[in-house]
T-cell receptor, first 112, second 114 residues
Framework: AQSVSQHNHHVILSEAASLELGCNYS??????LFWYVQYPGQHLQLLLKYFSGDPLVKGIKGFEAEFIKSKFSFNLRKPSVQWSDTAEYFCAVNNAGNMLTFGGGTRLMVKP | KAGVTQTPRYLIKTRGQQVTLSCSPI?????VSWYQQTPGQGLQFLFE???????NKGNFPGRFSGRQFSNSRSEMNVSTLELGDSALYLC?????????????FGQGTRLTVV
């Protein structure tokens, strides 16, 4: 069975700091990769996705992620975070059908 | 375009009771998946329906069941509720099934079992 690991459970940053959240998955075949964000009291929203092609994908709100197949990684980055980025971030993998396997999530707090 | 709608938003039930949660997918979407979100276990896949057929099922006991109607709306049912079933239940809809599709999530139903 595939699994997804997010190594940072809690991250605290000051505004304007750079962000990198790690995500590693275990499945060796073709996968789709996603980052979702859950703002307090809101539903899960898609930040970005990787299906194929350019391994550097850009999403909404200035986020980007890089797929490194050899490392089974899909790390999320943002050059300069804002207070409004405070949320929980989930990495997810889909290798068949529509079943998503999620990582444990990373709670990001951005101090103003 | 309306998003994924889940009803009710909040529920309080007593141990041993059963509960039915409803999900209306985005118009035109034919795949509906259900997830359980808890602080301890995170987001876990329950099951997926497409064209009224269950395609995948997660590792949950048989007390958890679901169905999908011809209009793609879906319901999930939990029988003989246990305290550990307290969770946020999320529904996601997708246009089709397979790789290269993305899931859109609803607000969830917060179930509390007392």
């Amino acid at each position: 069975a595939q699994s997804v690991s997010q190594h940072n459970h809690h991250v605290i940053l000051s505004e304007a700091a750079s962000l990198e959240l790690g995500c590693n998955y275990s499945y060796g075949g073709t996968v789709n990769l996603f980052w979702y964000v859950q703002y307090p009291g809101q539903h899960l929203q898609l930040l970005l996705k990787y299906f194929s092609g350019d391994p550097l994908v850009k999403g909404i709100k200035g986020f980007e992620a890089e797929f490194i197949k050899s490392k089974f990684s899909f790390n999320l980055r943002k050059p300069s975070v804002q207070w409004s980025d405070t949320a929980e971030y989930f990495c997810a993998v889909n290798n068949a059908g529509n079943m998503l396997t999620f990582g444990g999530g990373t709670r990001l707090m951005v101090k103003p | 375009k309306a998003g994924v709608t889940q009803t009710p938003r909040y529920l309080i039930k007593t141990r041993g009771q059963q509960v039915t949660l409803s999900c209306s997918p985005i118009s035109g979407h034919r795949s509906v998946s259900w997830y359980q979100q808890t602080p301890g276990q995170g987001l876990q896949f329950l099951f997926e329906y497409f064209s009224e057929t269950q395609r995948n099922k997660g590792n949950f006991p048989g007390r958890f069941s679901g169905r999908q109607f011809s209009n793609s709306r879906s319901e999930m049912n939990v029988s003989t509720l246990e305290l550990g079933d307290s969770a946020l239940y999320l529904c996601a809809s997708s246009l089709v099934v397979g790789l290269n599709t993305e899931a859109f999530f609803g607000q969830g139903t917060r179930l509390t079992v007392v």
